[in-house]
């Protein structure tokens, strides 16, 4: 059983900057991994996706040009770094890690995803 464990949010300005943080407590290399996010009462969307090799990177239309995922095998740990922060982008975030035979391979859809994390929180105030 993997576990996964957010950190990095916080409450901010407009037009900063966070990034988020979600490490795993094994081995990553099989997982292709999702950010998505909840704000409240809205369903949970998703946000940006990276496959094993890190070479095919997806976002949502909201966040393209400001956020930027990246993972860290080494680590077991992925990132999401938000730039220009809106107050838009206010949700709860959770990381999400899919096993995954393919290396290139991603997919938006939660319900593909084995493993979340708790959850952190993002407030941006204007």
């Known amino acids: 059983q993997v576990q996964l464990v957010e950190s990095g949010g916080g409450s901010v300005q407009a037009g900063d900057s966070l990034r988020l943080s979600c490490a795993a407590s094994?081995?990553?290399?099989?997982?292709?991994w999702g950010w998505f996010r909840q704000a409240p009462g809205k369903e949970r969307e998703f946000v940006a996706a990276i496959s094993r090799n890190g070479g095919t990177i997806h976002y949502s239309d909201s966040v393209k040009g400001r956020f930027t995922v990246s993972r860290d095998n080494a680590k077991n740990t992925v990132y999401l770094q938000m730039n220009n922060v809106q107050p838009e982008d206010t949700a709860v975030y959770y990381c999400?890690?899919?096993?995954?035979?393919?290396?290139?391979?991603?997919?938006?859809?939660?319900?593909?995803?084995?493993?979340w994390g708790q959850g952190t929180q993002v407030t941006v105030s204007s």
């Open positions: 999400a890690a899919e096993v995954k035979w393919s290396q290139t391979a991603v997919t938006g859809t939660a319900g593909s995803y084995d493993y």
């Open positions: 094994g081995r990553t290399n099989t997982y292709a």
